[in-house]
DNA sequence: GTTTCTTACGGGTTTCGTAAACATA
DNA sequence: TATGTTTACGAAACCCGTAAGAAAC
């Protein structure tokens, strides 16, 4: 039982294709076949079975790739507990994020960690909710964002860190006629347009609760998924639009009013593998963002 | 992080020298070092250093053994799973037993196991209390003995299985003046010859028992460790010996008589590391056991 | 025809044993 | 001197990339 050849499994289990997994480790799709071959010799069990043009992993294949996260984990314990005992926690971590919450978690934290040896590589990533949960394959540390509880989807193997639950606002410009109430209830909205977010982001679910709310449909002028962009749209008298309350660099025609009447928030999660989460250098960066977070 | 580093260590740990790692893994000391020296350069430590003739392995080295027991029970947790999976666990168990249990427990046991594809390697040892549990090194299965509670001394970190409680009787000749009880207290037995057995075997504490219960020295005239010696020379009449119940083979011309008023008892428990105690095999064995048991 | 995986085949690295050197009791 | 570890060096094993072949869309 060779550790290797459970982490090769989990690998492809996560990727799906030897291509994939052979890119991801920076070896040819040759290397990558030639030790799935000496696995299964090792093992005494068939691997993985054509499939299509691919292949895909045989029931015991499935069942050695589950196991290889407790093997991992186990050997990321370890290793933590060498770097905690030597003292010197220092190394690079990669954190892919949603830009409008690395925005005011990751500036002044990755300074704070440069300064002691820690180097954030940060990728921006503006996904639909269930987008997250894959990334942590290529990152050790995700950060998205639900409006489901405090989950995120497809996140149930997976390390779960709330970092921030962020009241969502309704953004419309000064001069609006709206603009002067301190808050704003579904019944007020009924019949204004929206600079919406498409399908599967959370804030289009709050949408579709003032909907429902109303018992109207709301008319949708577009559908775009960076914030800078909907706060531009909205300051031009486009429509309304739903932006996070410390979004950062926002027109100063711009206002935002609290909604209130239907749930109107977001949570700020991070996800990060459990071998990944037990890093110390990880750990780290999880501490800093969580005295980041407002 | 390689597994295989960490379980070198743990070796170097159990055992204390690079010659006994080496003989243990079938291998040179020359190989020993020089993985030794590959793993201390992977991970950027000194994992031991120069003591005496031999080796010591540093704090760094001493933490890194002590995390292989969790990788390695992970790593049998995985194998476990997939024999299961594949229904058919079969090979080979290694297991020492005091030669007085193994009587009882194992021929039968054996068998069964043998018609399954088990095939059990039994090696006797008949040793202190304390000499058990550094044979889980080499050995799947230990069974040993205790007095002291159902623990045995030396196994914090491994798994225990309790077999058997056992009383401890009295043994005399069958024309002895005693034989006629039914059942013998401290004071029966003050001033009576011992055939006994060295200092750390548990039925030394009993005969200790016995003497501080009367106030009086036992005389020991025999210190014997093979029960069936033991039987034959009080048959022979040199003394009165201790013997467990159900041990087999005893002379006709010897009685056993229960001994109440102190503890008279042993427990005979079945040790073994965690990541061997995962073994299909090695648990198919154990439920064998403790189905013998009586 | 393109994509994906697998199979020779050759080169580079790793691993291990023999033999010698080294250190300590 | 005897014991235990480390180093030098060569052979075997292993790992991986290139190139060619096979199967599916």
Redesign the interface.
Known sequence: ???RH?TLLRELAERGSVAAVAAATHRTPSAVSQQLRTASRD?G?PLVEPDGRGVRLT??GR??AQ??A??E???????A??DS??GRAVGTVGVAALPSAAAYLLPRATLTLAAQGIDVRLTDADLPESGYAPLTADHDLVIGHSLTGDTLRGSGHLVRTVLAREPIDVALPADHPLAGRDRLRPDDLAGQPWVSVPEGFPFAEILRAVELHTGRPARRVQELTDNTLVAAFVAAGHGLGLLPRYATGLPDRLVLRPLVGVPARRWIVALARPDRARRVVVRRVLEELLAAAP
Chains 1, 2 share one sequence.
């Open positions: 039982m060779d550790a459970l093992l069990v029931g015991a069942l050695l196991g290889a407790d093997v984990t186990a050997l990321a314990d370890v290793q507990r060498l005992y030597r």
